[in-house]
Every structure is written in structure tokens, then in C-alpha cells.
């Protein structure tokens, strides 16, 4: 059995506190147990904001670029630029959509550049610089305050092709192998498998998002008891190459 | 609190089973009480069989175009004349590569037209004709047999644009809304969130996903603890009209 819960105490982060120490504490102040192979769910946002990746709109100036997009898409150009600055490539830009590609490889919509929930009205939260380092910098936390081995997944909700609606899915891993390998072994009938790799880390971010939700404030969700290959771990192995990609 | 568990007794299943009465006697078997607002999530493969939708490589002639096909995605041109017949449009079609769009409007490889688990070594397994209504066929007989209201999930593993590996998505829904809307609402802050539509239903497919894998033959699973909201549904909700989708 798989059990998916929220860590219930996790405070308000603020730039620079240490996500690892904060969601042991809040595991201990809830008598939650952190076990060995766990998997921890961490919301992009804290690690944003503890990171102090948050930037003031204020003291950004809108290239003319971003100030001709600005309107295109009703946003404001000071968001917009910050948007093209975290983009290394676009791949649409249509209506309110503006859909790129970041400079860790994601492709989504504003770049991940968000306002919601960074608890300032002037203010949006970028992607962290290197997700797999945040999850790698927690996952060593825990096990140094713990000596409990975990995996961390830091989560984003993303848009899809094709599909209404946004998921959670992976944009840091440490200490899981982010995708179930099932090349070169057979179906219940000795057949070769069709479905050859699984994208467990997004599953596992999807699966966290049924806890989390948006409005409730629950940024960390511990999943426990899932069967997955223990591995330093890189989102890397997700992002498809752009050669690869029959959709850019 | 969600748990996850599959139901472990489900017997292998044929043309002209009833998936409903299956699963209620595979959880007894097993000593698990269904729970109002469970949700359900079946392995589209059980569905297929189950009614009948399983087609023998030999009883095809493959047309030209399939034969040519074939020859570049290196398939069998009887598999690639199933795909053709089962795809309302092609969006792909390089190497081994076939992304079609199904009479659904479900965007994925191959039409999901599937070999694995389908336990005869010269036939494929064709998605559902209309996977809501198989959805809603099993939700109803579980009410029937226990009076207990549950929401069914039909399931399939997809591949995505610009991201390795394939997760598990919803193909047919029902008693549940498969996505949860938040237009309108704010965040912890008072702002307005900037995510609005979840596709949970897709959330709870990959959630069972973790559960399901694909040798091990657990294609019944049971989430508990979700918060949703009760309503018919329908997969359409989930599906982006083409006219609004910037990827096609």
C-alpha cells in the first residue's frame, strides 16, 4: 500500500531558511516519522522563496520586446521581461500564452515565472537555478539531522500538450531514479513489453499534488511505500533532447 | 491521508467479462471494503478484453499505405493497418514513431493500439470504443452489487510531448469532475491563483500508476482519501479542442 500524507506545520519560508531543517522539524512537531525510502514532495515555490529567488517587479525595466509582447498577452511587461530573461528558447507565443522553453531545458508556460503564492503583491517567484542541487541540499539535510535515507522530488505544475488542465510533475530529483526502466523485460505473458520507461518522478509529483493543492498551504507531502530504483537522480534524465523531440 | 493499494485477486480476464463484478469479488476475496468516494482506476487493457476489443494480426490485410508505413517504423504492416483504421489523424509519423490522434481525440502513440498483456501472441489490444461509457458501466455495477458510490478511472501509459518516459493518464472518467477548477479563487495570500485547472483525473491515473506497474498484473487499484468533486463526468473535459491547442 502506498500512503500520501502533508506535512501539517510546515511555517511560511522565507529567503534563506533551510527547507531540510524546517520539514524535520515540522515531521517532529507532528509526530510524523520519516522512514527509510520515503519519498518527499517539495513545492517549487518554498524552495523558490527560501532560495530568495523571488524578484520585485519594480526593479525590473521592460525591454521594447517584452513591452510588445506585454500587450499581446494582457500581462504586464515588467513580468514578461523577467519571463524572457529565464527563457532560452520560445516555442509559442499566441494570445495570453507564451509558452518557452527554460534555461534548465522545461518546457512550460511563463518560464515557471509565477505570482501566486509568493506573499507579495510586486513580486514573482522564478524556477530555482538548479532544482536537482535543492533536492540534493534537502535529501542531505534530512539525512544528516535523520540518518534516514529519502528521495526528494521538487514539483511544479505544468500545462500539457494536447490535454486541458495542468499536472505536477518533476523539475528536481535527488536519490531515485526518475524513470522505471522496463526495457528488455516481458508483460505478464512473456511477451516484450510495449510500454518500456516510466516516468515514476512525475508520477510521484502527481500523485504529491493530490495533497498539496493549490489553496491549502501544504508546500511538503511524504509518500511512502513505493517501490522505485535508489540512484543520485537527475531531472536531466526527463527532459527529452530537443532532437529527439517530434513536438518543437 | 491517501492510500493507494491494488486489488490483488483479479482474476485474468476474457471477452464478455464483467469488470465490475470482478472487481467487487477480487476486494471480498481480499477482505477490502469498498468505501464511498474510492476511486477506481482499471488498466484499460482488462477493459479492451473484456469487451472484446481484441484483434488477431492474421484476420488484417494491411493496405498499401500501411505496408509503406510499416517498412519505416519497422512494425508489422497488419499492426500499422490497425492503427490507421483506429486514428482519426495522424500528427507524426517518423521512424518508429506513429502519433496519431484516436477517434477519441486522445493524442498518443500508435492509437494505443498495444500488444503488451494481451496474452495471444498475434493480437493487439484496441483502446475502448467509448472508455467514459465503460467507466460509467463499471461504476454503476459496484453501486449495484454494493450500494457504495464510487468514481471510476479507465487508464492508459501515454508519452508526452517534450518529456522522456510515458505516465499513466485517464482515457474515460466516471462520478467524478476530472478536473478540479480553481479560476476565480486566491492563493494563501489573497491573490489570484495563477494555476487554475488540475487535471486530477489524470493525477489519480498516474498515482494508481505507482501501484499498477506494468508486470506486475495489478490492473485494478483504489485510491482513498481524495478530496473530488461528485459529478457524471466525462474524459472530454480533459481533451483540448484542436482549434485551442498550440501543439498540433
Same mark, same amino acid.
Given at each position: 500500500?502506498?500512503?500520501?500524507?502533508?506535512? /501539517?506545520?510546515?511555517?511560511?519560508?522565507?529567503?534563506?531558511?533551510?527547507? !531540510?531543517?524546517?520539514?524535520? =522539524?515540522?515531521?517532529?512537531?507532528?509526530?510524523? =516519522?520519516?522512514?527509510?525510502?520515503?519519498?518527499?514532495?517539495?513545492?517549487?515555490?518554498?524552495?523558490?522563496?527560501?532560495?530568495?529567488?523571488?524578484?520585485?517587479?519594480?526593479?525590473?525595466?521592460?525591454?521594447?520586446?517584452?513591452?510588445?509582447?506585454?500587450?499581446?498577452?494582457?500581462?504586464?511587461?515588467?513580468?514578461?521581461?523577467?519571463?524572457?530573461?529565464?527563457?532560452?528558447?520560445?516555442?509559442?507565443?499566441?494570445?495570453?500564452?507564451?509558452?518557452?522553453?527554460? =534555461?534548465?531545458?522545461?518546457?512550460?508556460?511563463?518560464?515557471?515565472?509565477?505570482?501566486?503564492?509568493?506573499?507579495?503583491?510586486?513580486?514573482?517567484?522564478?524556477?530555482?537555478?538548479? /532544482?536537482?542541487?535543492?533536492?540534493?541540499?534537502?535529501?542531505?539535510?534530512?539525512?544528516?539531522?535523520?540518518?534516514?535515507?529519502?528521495?526528494?522530488?521538487?514539483?511544479?505544475?505544468?500545462?500539457?500538450?494536447?490535454?486541458?488542465?495542468?499536472?505536477?510533475?518533476?523539475?528536481?530529483?535527488?536519490?531515485?531514479?526518475?524513470?522505471?526502466?522496463?526495457? !528488455?523485460?516481458?508483460?505478464?505473458?512473456?511477451?516484450?513489453?510495449?510500454?518500456?520507461?516510466?516516468?515514476?518522478?512525475?508520477?510521484?509529483?502527481?500523485?504529491?499534488?493530490?495533497?498539496?493543492?493549490?489553496?491549502? !498551504?501544504? /508546500?511538503?507531502?511524504?509518500?511512502?511505500?513505493?517501490?522505485?530504483?535508489?540512484?543520485?537522480?537527475?531531472?536531466?534524465?526527463?527532459? =527529452? /533532447?530537443?532532437?529527439?523531440?517530434?513536438?518543437?
Amino acid at each position: 500500500m502506498i500512503q500520501i500524507f502533508g506535512l /501539517p506545520k510546515m511555517p511560511l519560508v522565507k529567503a534563506g531558511d533551510r527547507i !531540510g531543517d524546517q520539514l524535520v =522539524r515540522a515531521a517532529k512537531d507532528a509526530s510524523i =516519522r520519516i522512514e527509510d525510502g520515503d519519498i518527499i514532495v517539495v513545492a517549487q515555490k518554498i524552495v523558490s522563496k527560501a532560495e530568495g529567488n523571488v524578484v520585485t517587479l519594480n526593479s525590473v525595466e521592460p525591454s521594447a520586446l517584452a513591452k510588445t509582447v506585454a500587450i499581446g498577452a494582457c500581462k504586464d511587461p515588467r513580468h514578461v521581461e523577467i519571463i524572457l530573461r529565464e527563457a532560452a528558447g520560445i516555442l509559442r507565443m499566441q494570445g495570453a500564452h507564451l509558452i518557452v522553453e527554460t =534555461r534548465h531545458g522545461f518546457v512550460c508556460a511563463n518560464a515557471g515565472v509565477d505570482k501566486s503564492n509568493v506573499g507579495a503583491n510586486d513580486s514573482v517567484a522564478l524556477l530555482p537555478v538548479n /532544482p536537482d542541487e535543492s533536492a540534493r541540499a534537502i535529501r542531505e539535510r534530512v539525512h544528516e539531522l535523520t540518518g534516514i535515507d529519502v528521495g526528494v522530488i521538487i514539483s511544479d505544475t505544468f500545462g500539457r500538450a494536447w490535454r486541458n488542465g495542468q499536472t505536477n510533475v518533476a523539475i528536481g530529483v535527488a536519490g531515485l531514479d526518475p524513470i522505471m526502466d522496463y526495457r !528488455g523485460t516481458q508483460d505478464m505473458f512473456g511477451a516484450q513489453l510495449n510500454v518500456t520507461q516510466i516516468a515514476i518522478a512525475d508520477e510521484l509529483a502527481s500523485a504529491a499534488e493530490l495533497v498539496m493543492r493549490k489553496r491549502d !498551504g501544504v /508546500p511538503v507531502v511524504i509518500i511512502r511505500g513505493v517501490k522505485y530504483v535508489r540512484a543520485p537522480g537527475s531531472v536531466r534524465s526527463l527532459i =527529452r /533532447p530537443k532532437e529527439e523531440d517530434l513536438f518543437r
